[in-house]
């Protein structure tokens, strides 16, 4: 008898998980149509905008004709890489620029080839070395863009005038490719 007792126990207990579980999933799915139903078709509005690149000078770097110096300005022309590109965007969203360098080959000594990257206005907003070492390296990152606003950037690299014998770099070659990239910034 007392068998009996416990067997219909579990099958109460089983009957009422059973019923639990069935007006969970009830529940959750009356709940799920009804925050479906209470969307509106345009509840979501998703801002976009363009960001156009224009590389000037091309955007490959391949084997320039560089001579040492010392320093350079952003009226350097003899002796450098030089390569100027405007980024443009046309939208509504402000944003971070970054560049990068994607150095194929560079057979000079490390720390022997400089970069620096002005401005339209010749401010210098970066500086640093290009490293031997093939792979992507940012040169400069964070630049504001605002919307709808132009930025025009030069890049300079040169080779590093230094108290050395450097003739042993002398027909040394690099190449590579400049790239642009954009964040948008958040509010």
Same mark, same amino acid.
């Given at each position: 008898?007392?068998?009996?007792?416990?067997?219909?126990?579990?099958?109460?207990?089983?009957?009422?998980?059973? *019923?639990? *579980?069935?007006?969970?999933?009830?529940? &959750?799915?009356?709940?799920? @149509?009804? *925050?479906? &139903?209470?969307? =509106?078709?345009?509840?979501?509005?998703?801002?976009?905008?363009? *960001?156009?690149?224009?590389?000037?000078?091309?955007?490959?770097?391949? $084997?320039?004709?560089? @001579?040492?110096?010392?320093?350079?300005?952003? #009226?350097?022309? #003899?002796?450098?890489?030089?390569?100027?590109?405007?980024?443009?965007?046309?939208? !509504?969203?402000?944003?971070?620029?970054?560049?990068?360098?994607?150095?194929?080959?560079?057979? @000079? $000594?490390?720390?022997?080839?400089?970069?620096?990257? @002005?401005?339209? %206005?010749?401010? %210098?907003?970066?500086?640093?070395?290009?490293?031997?070492?093939?792979?992507?390296?940012?040169? &400069?990152? $964070?630049?504001?863009?605002?919307? $709808?606003?132009?930025?025009?950037? !030069?890049?300079?690299?040169?080779? #590093?005038?230094?108290?050395?014998?450097? =003739?042993?770099?002398?027909?040394?070659?690099?190449?590579?490719?400049?790239?642009?990239?954009?964040?948008?910034?958040?509010?």
């Amino acid at each position: 008898m007392i068998e009996h007792s416990s067997s219909k126990k579990k099958m109460f207990y089983m009957i009422v998980l059973i *019923l639990t *579980l069935i007006t969970m999933i009830v529940g &959750a799915t009356l709940a799920y @149509f009804a *925050l479906v &139903a209470s969307q =509106k078709d345009e509840g979501t509005t998703l801002y976009t905008g363009t *960001l156009q690149i224009s590389y000037i000078d091309g955007v490959y770097i391949k $084997n320039p004709e560089l @001579f040492p110096k010392s320093n350079v300005t952003y #009226d350097t022309y #003899d002796g450098v890489y030089r390569n100027t590109f405007s980024v443009e965007s046309s939208g !509504t969203l402000e944003q971070t620029i970054a560049v990068d360098l994607d150095v194929r080959m560079n057979e @000079f $000594n490390d720390k022997a080839l400089k970069y620096a990257i @002005f401005n339209s %206005e010749g401010k %210098e907003m970066a500086r640093g070395y290009v490293p031997q070492a093939e792979g992507t390296v940012t040169l &400069a990152s $964070n630049m504001y863009l605002a919307h $709808n606003g132009t930025a025009t950037y !030069t890049l300079i690299i040169w080779w #590093d005038n230094t108290n050395y014998d450097q =003739k042993e770099e002398m027909g040394s070659r690099i190449s590579g490719r400049i790239t642009i990239y954009s964040k948008q910034l958040k509010y």
